[in-house]
């Protein structure tokens, strides 16, 4: 990372000397940037966390309250100064209160993107370029095959499944921060206006959503109801939940997942999916290189996912790029783990 | 193309065979002549054109798209059709596509058996055009010849047979007298026409298969109750003879599935059409045997990778049959008789036939379960000789079974000798294809050898399946976090002394091989247990392996 001189990399993440801070580290430091919520980003026992309220409010939720000795929210937009180098957080597009991470020390304008999209999306505030000298990029989806910016047909054929079968139960893995709710908006935007029912791992997070001014509709538990009797019902579930023995006491439950990863057949087949809905909560590959063009800037550091493609086309425009290859990132979407886990 | 595609979408998501017979049942209703023939046609492989070959769809993508882009999207998805169709960009919108008439699967048909190969680059650039993804990705598979969607040819005719109410060994027997688009047969299952006419003298007689084993059968089966034979590891194969109407002799050779097999063993169908009988079934074994000694499969797998049937491969690998069962002769049908007298009328068809492509199944003479258990463990002390290599365990009929066609309960067992099993050590990982494809789930393991430095691990094999789905998730995550290296799409898995992951490797047989630098090559290597708990250093040595080839000579024999 020569030429972002004020960043290195170290066995917990991103570091900055001059800021004596980390992004998103991957074990406890003293003192953390967290872009977003998810639990690949915010972990547990930092002595001092920055992130947005509403990043904050779900580490709370998830990791205890006590996550952190010592806890500060930052606005989108606010200036804040750490040792030599001014920090700012700006909407990332991933999922509520996310932040690209701008970081400038009078010389240099680094962007660290964290996770982030280029779709509207009616739960978050939309993605800004920020322009920048070197641009620290995902690429989880940094391959020309992965396209999906046609949510609303995804959206369209699980409501044409759901009329074509009304005798059984359509349930839809999703991750529970995000991607729940956002499929729920996008139903609720879709006119679907019946009662959607929660997967116990679903309810603090859209609860939180709601209190944040996220309209989700008629919410119920699954909990509360006999699930033989959810024929033809919408259930939103943690993608684990899919294969449990908890699934089978639906009505001849379609299995449908809500992710980016859903454009490869051999994904969905994988998992037993019979509806795969490509709906993604990251940049595909159009985002990612539109969003490259737009920040301006000269190098691309690429910390996780399919970096090497992306490396390719960002030096093929003759920009300086080089893959990270950071470890422990990417597992929120790409994981099996059930339920409560994650996200 | 667009419901056909459609349907082969649905199919290849839908995991249950009773979904996958509702879906055909109602393409095959819904959708009219000729198109649904040609998609029987299509399901069943019974189309025939030159396939594509991948290089000519390479040709047109690369055209299209940057070549490295398209090579690393190539080893993500792991399936080139799928690959192309995500990839292929969409014609711009105002382009004339939208007004021209839909693309029909009849067409692509048509044009295929009437192209030769320069126009067929330009014909595929056009019809991909004017498809959405999934179209694409259908009309990809469709002409490479790998339609892989889990339905067996046997599975669209029993969908087929549901439509018509009738059996699918109906629909099987009428068969091969037919040809796309099959508007008789559609017109016959309708009730609108008599049943097609097939006398076909040649006929292929759904194959009788057997269950595994378990241990706790052995109890309720009395031994004298059943003939055991040898399991030959070759391909299980049906040879027909008969005359046609106009005195011609017809003869076939046919896969256990059904399929002609003919045109790739022309040596083996000549010699059972010059058989001393004209008309007869034959159920067996194909196997390589040279001066009579069986080949192991590895053996008969090189006559297979070839595409065309050489002198000089014929004459290298010469096929034979090694016959298990007989079940239609001179005009009768043996299948209702017991297995015990049909085995007599087949002893006498080998002796009378006296031809050295053609021989018998020798039984296993045994007294015991304990007896036989001793057999299986060592094939070549009880009568198996030198080709004991070639057997993969123990077939057990029941004697008094009738031919039943299918999987019947009860009556044929299998029991094949078990696997030997190695503790390695993961030291390499690269994405696969097919079901696997996008995760990294083909690894490269290694056992210990001591070196001059110390002791080093030395890869041993390859293995790409014997995990569930969820280990290979657990798998390939774990590949992603511990990779030491990258070469290309291969990733070197961090491997040592004091880390690494070790996998319990099953696996058929040892060879020797001077191509592998261990010196060894496992034949059918498989996962069959992933070791989270045992230390790398305790994985097994080389010299375990090599005590197993002294112990079985070449080749092995099971341990047991
Ligand atoms: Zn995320
Ligand atoms: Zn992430």
């Known amino acids: 990372m020569s030429s972002a001189h004020f960043l290195s990399l170290s066995p917990a993440g991103v570091y900055c000397a001059a800021g004596d801070f980390f992004i998103d580290p991957l074990r406890p430091v003293a003192r953390a940037l967290i872009t977003h919520g998810h639990s690949d980003h915010a972990r547990a026992g930092h002595g001092h966390v920055l992130a947005t309220r509403e990043t904050l409010a779900i580490m709370a939720i998830r990791l205890g309250q006590g996550f952190a000795g010592r806890i500060q929210a930052i606005d989108y937009g606010d200036k804040l100064r750490l040792g030599s180098i001014d920090v700012s957080f700006h909407p990332a597009g991933h999922v509520i209160g996310s932040a690209q991470i701008r970081m400038a020390d009078g010389k240099t304008i680094v962007v660290a993107s964290g996770d982030y999209k280029r779709e509207a999306d009616p739960t978050c505030a939309g993605f800004e370029p920020i322009t920048c000298d070197v641009f620290i990029t995902e690429a989880t989806f940094g391959l020309p095959v992965f396209r999906h910016s046609r949510t609303a047909d995804e959206i369209a054929r699980l409501l044409a499944s759901q009329q074509l079968f009304p005798d059984r139960a359509h349930l839809v893995g999703a991750y529970a921060l995000g991607k729940a709710q956002r499929v729920i908006a996008l139903l609720r935007g879709a006119g679907y206006d019946r009662p959607i029912y929660l997967h116990g791992a679903m309810e603090k997070l859209c609860a939180f959503y709601e209190r944040q001014g996220v309209e989700l509709g008629d919410l119920l538990p699954v909990a509360a109801n006999d699930r033989a009797k959810l024929a033809g019902e919408i259930v939103i579930c943690p993608p684990g939940a899919l294969q449990d023995l908890w699934s089978r006491k639906f009505p001849d439950p379609v299995a449908a997942f809500a992710s980016g990863w859903m454009r490869v057949r051999a994904r969905a087949r994988q998992r037993g999916v019979e509806l795969p809905l490509v709906i993604s909560d990251h940049a595909d590959w159009d985002g990612l290189t539109q969003t490259i063009v737009e920040t301006r800037c000269e190098k691309v550091l690429v910390t996780h996912g399919e970096a090497d493609a992306l490396v390719h086309w960002a030096r093929g425009r003759g920009l300086a790029a080089e893959p990270l290859h950071l470890l422990g990132y990417g597992d929120e979407e790409a994981d099996s783990v059930p339920a409560e886990s994650e996200a | ?560």
Not at chain 2, 2 to 28: C, I, T, V, W
Not at chain 2, 192 to 201: L, N
Not at chain 2, 216 to 226: A, T, V
């Open chain 2, 1 to 560: 193309m667009n419901q056909f595609a459609e349907l082969l979408d649905r199919l290849a998501f839908e995991p249950s065979r009773l979904g996958k017979l509702r879906l055909m049942s109602d393409f095959f209703r819904r959708t009219p002549d000729p198109e649904r023939g040609y998609a029987l046609a299509a399901l069943t492989g019974a189309l025939s054109f030159q396939h594509a070959k991948a290089g000519l769809i390479r040709g047109l993508i690369t055209y299209r798209v940057d070549p490295v882009l398209f090579e690393l999207s190539y080893d993500f998805v792991g399936d080139l059709s799928e690959t192309v169709a995500l990839l292929w960009p969409a014609p711009a919108e105002n382009s004339s596509m939208g007004n021209d008439a839909p693309l029909l699967l009849s067409d692509v048909v048509r044009g295929l058996s009437a192209t030769g190969k320069l126009d067929l680059a330009r014909n595929l650039a056009g019809w991909l055009d004017s498809l959405d993804e999934t179209g694409r990705w259908a009309l990809l598979k469709l002409i490479t010849g790998a339609l892989r969607i889990g339905v067996s040819a046997r599975l669209a005719k029993t969908a087929l047979a549901e439509l018509g109410g009738k059996t699918p060994n109906e629909i099987e027997e009428v068969w091969h007298g037919l040809a796309p688009p099959y508007l008789d047969l559609f017109a016959w299952l309708e009730g609108r026409e008599a049943r097609p006419d097939s006398s076909d003298p040649a006929p292929f007689c759904p194959a009788m298969l057997a269950h595994a084993i378990e241990t706790k059968d052995f109890d309720e089966l009395p031994p004298s109750g059943f003939s055991a034979e040898w399991k030959w590891d070759g391909i299980r194969v049906q040879a027909a003879s008969g005359l046609a109407a106009n005195g011609r002799r017809v003869t076939r050779l046919f896969s256990r599935t059904g399929e002609d097999v003919s045109g790739a063993f022309p040596d083996l169908t000549d010699c059972m059409a010059a058989l001393p009988f004209e008309n007869f079934s034959l159920d067996g074994e194909l196997l390589i045997l040279r001066e009579r000694k069986v080949q192991p499969f590895s053996v008969l797998q090189q006559r297979l990778n070839r595409k065309t049937t050489s002198a000089k491969l014929l004459a290298d690998f010469p096929a034979h049959v090694r016959a298990y069962d007989l079940m239609r002769h001179d005009g009768e049908d043996l299948r209702a008789l017991p297995f015990a007298e049909r085995r007599g009328r087949l002893e006498s068809f080998v002796a009378h036939a006296s031809c050295e492509r053609l021989d018998l199944s020798p039984l296993v003479s045994f007294v015991s379960w304990a007896e036989l258990a001793e057999a299986r463990k060592n094939p070549a002390a009880f009568g198996a000789g030198a080709d004991a290599e070639a057997i993969e365990g123990l077939m057990l009929k029941r004697r008094d079974s009738i031919y039943v066609p299918g999987r019947p309960k009860g009556l044929w067992y299998k029991w094949k000798r078990d696997p030997f099993t190695v503790d390695a050590v993961l030291m390499y990982a690269q994405r696969g294809h097919g079901k696997r494809s996008s995760y990294y789930s083909d690894f490269t393991f290694g056992v210990w050898r001591d070196e001059e430095e110390g002791a080093r691990l030395v890869p041993v094999g390859k293995a790409y399946f014997g995990f569930t789905d969820a280990e290979l998730r657990e798998l390939d995550r774990y590949v992603r976090n511990n990779t030491a290296n990258r070469f290309g799409p291969v990733r070197e898995i961090i491997h040592g002394e004091s880390q690494g992951l070790v996998l319990e490797i099953a696996f058929e047989g040892l060879n020797r091989s001077s191509r592998h630098k261990s010196g060894v090559a496992m034949r059918f290597p498989r996962i069959a247990r992933i070791r989270w708990d045992k230390p790398a250093r305790e994985a097994d040595r080389i010299e375990n392996l090599q005590a197993l080839l002294k112990e079985t000579g070449l080749g092995g024999s099971p341990a047991g």
